[in-house]
């Protein structure tokens, strides 16, 4: 596969107070150089860092093209304004699937999307965004800061010159719009649904056709009939598409992205060659964007959902048992498939289901059944 077809999802403390002197200081000299839109390395002229970030998102998009202004800020804020980010939508600077190699090559000093769209460079990238029945937002948060997923994702991304982190999260994904009634698995024989990755092959295991479209093909295709369905985010980033207006449908639980962990990928060579303190407050703006991401996405598809209801007139649907007890089988079996690739995405997988079934049993125990009784309790 080429890359071009690869389908697109306190650290003030950690500087030290001498550090926090020499801030205080350049807080104090004449203002920074004005941005540079050239490829050039980073300006550091006056102690300032200038970085460039290529991003996987339309401008200022709610949620997703939001998180990496959002992580500018946070660094901006936590160094005096002596580490600066310009951020480029996609587009702007490279394509919406070439901010990788941007930052790999030196193009860009830095990426703000999701690691999945990289599968075509290894098949172990789709782990760090998400697989098809597993982990939750929380479960892959766990998984990464503790349970060795951060190790496995510097040994993969140091092959491709990348040091990446967690920096956004959109919660649970729904499992999305479509023109017709779910009522059986029968119904996904000859169904075109826009899905993407490794949940596109779940799609075609069932008998349908998964589509592989950008974000802003889904609707004119909907329209147009050459999809009968489509994936997307949850109701915050769908409500803004209107895909109400030509699948009426809406049904959940999505199976494709349980909680989908979106990633700041910074070259090697520059991350190599900063201070420690100045990488403890990227690594702190990458945690202020994840954590941030979520508790925005919880609020804005819980107020989008009402929309939904009140002025659209939308009913959420629900899968059948008999639909997501074949979906949840049909993707552990793509996922263990992908998982035998090669060496080091056996390894990732090993790691990511052992995490899994680890969380698994607490989940269920505490969210799972206190969200079943709540629901209960109040509908009573």
Known sequence: MKRRDIFIAGAAAATGAAT?????KEQNKSPAPGRSDTLAAPNL??????????????????????????????????SGGRLDVKVYAAGELV???????????????????????????????????????????????????????????DELSAKFNIKAFQAGNTGHQTGGWYKKKMNS???????????????????????GAAVKLSGGEIYQSLQSGAIDATEWVGPWNDLAFGFYREAPYYYAPGFHEPGASLSVGVNLGVWNGLPASDQAMIKYACKAANDSSLG?????????????????????????????????????????????????????????????????????????????????????
């Open 95 to 153: 394509g919406a699937l070439e901010c990788f190699d941007a930052a790999s090559s030196g193009a860009a000093d830095m990426y703000h999307a999701a690691e999945y769209y990289w599968q075509g460079l290894s098949n172990g990238f789709s782990f760090f965004t998400a697989v098809p029945a597993g982990m939750t937002a929380a479960e892959i948060m766990g998984w990464i800061d503790f349970g060795g997923g951060q190790e496995l994702w």
């Open 45 to 78: 002229s006056k102690n300032m860092r200038q970085f460039r970030m290529a991003t996987s998102w339309p401008k200022d998009f709610p949620g997703l093209g939001i998180m990496p202004n959002r992580f500018a800020a946070a660094l901006r804020d936590m």
């Open 296 to 380: 925005e996405y919880t609020h804005e598809n819980g107020r989008a959902l009402v929309e939904l209801k009140t002025r659209h007139g939308i009913e959420p649907q629900y899968f059948s048992n008999e639909i997501l007890s074949a979906v949840f089988k049909t993707s552990d079996e793509v996922v263990r498939d992908l998982g035998q690739s090669d060496a080091m995405t056996r390894k990732i997988y090993d790691s990511y289901y052992k995490a899994r079934e680890s969380y698994r049993g607490w989940t269920e125990m505490s969210d799972g059944r206190y969200i079943a009784a709540r629901g209960k309790a109040l509908s009573d």
């Open 20 to 24: 926090l002197g020499v801030l205080a």
């Open 185 to 207: 698995l029968e119904d996904f024989k000859g169904l075109k649904i826009r899905m993407p990755g490794l949940a596109g092959e779940v799609i075609r295991r069932l008998g």
